[in-house]
């Protein structure tokens, strides 16, 4: 399928350069070779070189510029964990403070709450011995006046004359008076 054509060198072939039988064909390819060298180094590999030299040029910049970011990154992080630590430790002297704060407070309002509560009782206890002495003058009077019908039933006649009642009064009051020690 492939046709292959043999190429003599009598019929235009190519140059074999293994063949030393065409030795003055591999002169004059060495001559046009390092003839083309020169041109070719100037023209190609001078450009290509150079291009070589900035591309690992600006490689290096790349590099280096990755670097100081990286480094410039670590200072931006280590700078904001500082900030981030100094707003904890004010956080926490916030919430100190305000801890303190409440405390007091708490304190004031207790300091409060018991004098309100001391000025309660003692204005329930001057209420409760104003009650007292009005149940006990209550109590006197019913005494004075069953002690005047208890007289009237024994003596069978009426006992409302002011004078006894001054002084059935008068004995109420000294048998409800604290007793001053000896009798005479």
Do not use: Y
């Amino acid at each position: 399928m492939f046709l292959m054509i043999a190429v003599t060198p009598s019929e235009g072939g190519g140059f074999n350069p293994l063949d030393f039988k065409q030795l003055g064909i591999l002169f004059w390819t060495w001559i046009i070779f390092f003839a083309a060298l020169f041109p070719i180094w100037k023209v190609v590999m001078g450009p290509v070189s150079r291009m070589l030299l900035a591309r690992d040029e600006k490689a290096a910049s790349a590099i280096a510029a990755a670097e100081k970011a990286k480094s410039d990154a670590e200072a931006a992080r280590a700078a904001v964990e500082a900030s981030l630590t100094e707003a904890r430790a004010e956080a926490a002297r916030t919430v100190e403070a305000a801890h303190a704060r409440a405390e007091v407070r708490e304190r004031e309002i207790l300091e409060e709450a018991k004098v309100a509560s001391e000025k309660l009782l003692e204005r329930a206890r001057t209420e409760i011995k104003s009650e007292q002495a009005k149940a006990v003058a209550q109590i006197r009077a019913q005494v004075v006046d069953l002690s005047l019908a208890a007289a009237a039933k024994v003596l069978e006649r009426k006992v409302d004359a002011a004078d006894d009642r001054k002084l059935v009064e008068a004995m109420v009051a000294s048998a409800g008076a604290p007793a001053t020690g000896g009798r005479t």
